[in-house]
């Protein structure tokens, strides 16, 4: 069995958007040969990163100075061989999903290499993470609404030096709901989400076919903004 984490970032937690389609990717998973844990950084109580030093590649190598909830996050972190991030565009992230991205230096070594032009840490040995996935929610109707997210996410894999699974971006997501209940077009984002899982843990990719079903427009454009008009009240 792969062991798989997901960290769901949003505050809304279990009744968040975001939710919506991870849950399905990781159901996914977990009947691909994946053991799946999903958490929710805000239950933990992380602090932001704050020394300014680096403390935990220099000084005390591999040991964050701060105890709190990433004590109980770190072995999580360690012993997953896949980390499927998730978040909600939050201009540009939720804040205690922020902090765990910071407070995951600990588990770098600064032995730094140039790759592809860049220069880049690696995982410590007894990290087991070999690959990472991003999922991206965002409100607004395009999918650029995501890039910078989707950056961060791609940034974080090259420095880990581990495989980039997918980027999944799933633009308006509010779309997939009217009045409450899912329209056919959400639960067609959510099989393609159901369906993304099973690709990931089996092949380590994701389909294009299945990359268009997951990120493809549910309202064009303008039926996008005619909406919006109403929740101005
Ligand atoms: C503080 C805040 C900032 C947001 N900024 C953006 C944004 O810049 N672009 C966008 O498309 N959506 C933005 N959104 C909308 C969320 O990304 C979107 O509603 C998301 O699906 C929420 O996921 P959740 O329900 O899982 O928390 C923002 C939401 C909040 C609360």
Redesign the pocket.
Known sequence: MTQVLAING???REK????AILNPLVEGMADSECTVETIYPDRYEIRPCDCGSMRCWYRSPGKCYIRDGMDDLYPKVSAAEILVLAA????PLPGAFQNVLNRLCPLMVPELEMRDGRTRAHLRDGVATKMLVGIV????WERG?GDVVSLIFEELAANLGVQLGAILVRPH??AMWSNGSLTAGGADVVAAARQAGIELATDGSVSPETTAAFERPLVTEREYLEASRGWLG
Do not use: D, K, Q
Request: hydrophobic fraction near 30%; charge should be positive.
């Open positions: 949003s505050p809304r968040g958007n975001t939710a909600p565009v939050y201009i929610t965002t409100g607004w609404n997501i509010g």
